[in-house]
């Protein structure tokens, strides 16, 4: 049986129903993310973005600050976990290769179709950039980077921090920070609290297509474990609760139906009308939980860039 099988049949067996997002991420759906970030409602890539823009030198800077600890003649490693398209990382590459570092950039995504198509731009953008691509999912990864020499700086961008549940969080950057060293550095980004009608919006656009990058994990089913989900059958949710910070997505039934999946030897899971099945997480911030959450990880929060308008921090961790 298959992993994403596996999971399927694992996440319908819960009350309530529920998927993991990493799934989100084939083909198709790295295209529809693509577009997601592009979108008027969508602020953070364009707030991290515009982080990096005006901050980029001394991000740089932060993200070096410990290798003079690290053993000498060993190039800095840039570990990117969820790479996508690698709009922002460009610019800490640019800045690095100014500078006539020494570093590899390894990039680190489920989706081999993305990472393909990342390798194939920076080929083009950055020939002389040395590249060590990975197709993983980040505990993989994590395996990895434990046993690399020399400095490394870990990214964890777009505020995918906030895909966690709360404990997972907590758990997610202990991992991270178990094999770092005191020359090593993380610099992840979280997408901070703010008006609650804005944040809703950015998962709900005018053009729906936040609600086809939901579906689509549907179309995945069908597609590869033989499924029959009926797309219009199904609907988007996203809510947003300003007092936890929890930003949640769900497709929701709109009746009473059956669903058979082949590759699950053809099991059937039965949904009620307006049933939900939760798919993603996208919780908020505020820089006391970011540092409280660091510290609970075992790490300590170095330096915290920020836009001006306060939407988002790119936060550079070390170990405690």
Not at 68 to 91: H, S, Y
Not at 234 to 246: C, F, I, L, V
Request: proline share 5%.
């Amino acid at each position: 049986m298959s992993t994403l099988a596996d999971h399927v049949a694992h996440g319908f067996a819960q009350t309530p129903k529920s998927l993991s997002s990493k799934y989100f991420y084939d083909a198709a759906g790295s295209r529809l993310f693509q577009q997601i970030m592009a979108l008027p409602e969508y602020y953070p890539t364009r707030t991290e973005l515009a982080i990096f823009q005006t901050q980029g030198p001394a991000i740089v800077r932060a993200l070096q600050a410990g290798a003079a600890d690290a053993p000498t003649g060993q190039a800095l490693a840039v570990v990117e976990l969820g790479a996508g398209d690698g709009l922002k990382t460009k610019i800490l590459l640019r800045e690095l290769l100014a500078q006539s570092a020494a570093f590899t950039y390894v990039p680190v995504d489920i989706s081999p179709s993305a990472l393909e198509e990342l390798v194939a731009s920076l080929r083009e953008e950055l020939p002389t950039l040395p590249t060590e691509p990975l197709a993983a999912e980040y505990t993989a990864a994590l395996a990895t980077l434990a046993q690399r020499p020399g400095a490394k700086a870990v990214l964890f961008l777009g505020s995918n921090i906030g895909n966690f549940g709360p404990a997972d969080q907590r758990d997610f950057l202990q991992a991270l920070a178990a094999p770092l060293t005191a020359a090593d550095r993380l610099l992840v980004g979280f997408d901070l609290c703010k008006d609650p009608r804005r944040i809703r919006a950015a998962y709900d656009d005018a053009q729906g297509i936040t609600a086809e990058f939901n579906l689509n994990l549907l179309r995945r089913f069908n597609a590869e474990l033989g499924a029959d989900f009926q797309l219009d059958a199904w609907q988007h949710y996203p809510d947003y609760d300003p007092s936890t910070g929890a930003m949640r997505s769900w497709l929701v039934s709109r009746r009473a139906q059956t669903v058979r999946v082949a590759a699950l030897g053809g099991q059937a899971f039965d949904f009620a009308a307006w049933e939900a099945i939760h798919t993603e997480n996208s919780f908020k911030f505020t820089l006391p939980q970011i540092a409280a959450l660091a510290l609970a990880a075992g790490l300590r929060v170095v330096e915290v860039f920020q836009d001006e308008a306060g939407d988002f921090a790119d936060v550079v961790l070390a170990r405690a």
